[in-house]
Nanobody
């Protein structure tokens, strides 16, 4: 049974930082591209960042470029999202997802497994 478990969310003031983690089990982690998505209240789920299976290629949505960094540790079956200079508009539930693809993707339907999400709230 595949499980993706996110952690590290919380309440932070604008300008602060958080580091999200996503621990994977039940799959060959190193064969999956990993992504972070987010969903704010009343809005659709949107792509935030992705990383390929060896960690050599990353992709970010424009609004988080320069502030967020995605990384992975295949030995620990874990993907991270370091979020700096947080803004109130970053407030959302953040989800990690795994895609059995060679290349990274921004398309949610191309991800095979999803975590349950972790809440990030940025106060102004």
């Amino acid at each position: 049974q595949v499980q993706l478990v996110e952690s590290g969310g919380g309440l932070v003031q604008a300008g602060g930082s958080l580091r999200l983690s996503c621990a994977a089990s039940g799959l060959t982690f190193s064969r999956y591209a990993m992504g972070w998505f987010r969903q704010a209240p009343g809005k659709e789920r949107e792509f935030a960042a992705a990383i390929n299976w060896v960690g050599s290629i990353t992709d970010y949505r424009d609004s988080v470029k320069g502030r967020f960094t995605i990384s992975r540790d295949n030995a620990k079956n874990t993907v991270y999202l370091q979020m700096n200079s947080l803004k109130p508009e970053d407030t959302a539930v953040y989800y990690c997802a795994a895609a059995r693809t060679v290349t990274i993707t921004r398309i949610p339907s191309q991800y095979d497994y999803w975590g349950q999400g972790t809440q990030v709230t940025v106060s102004s």
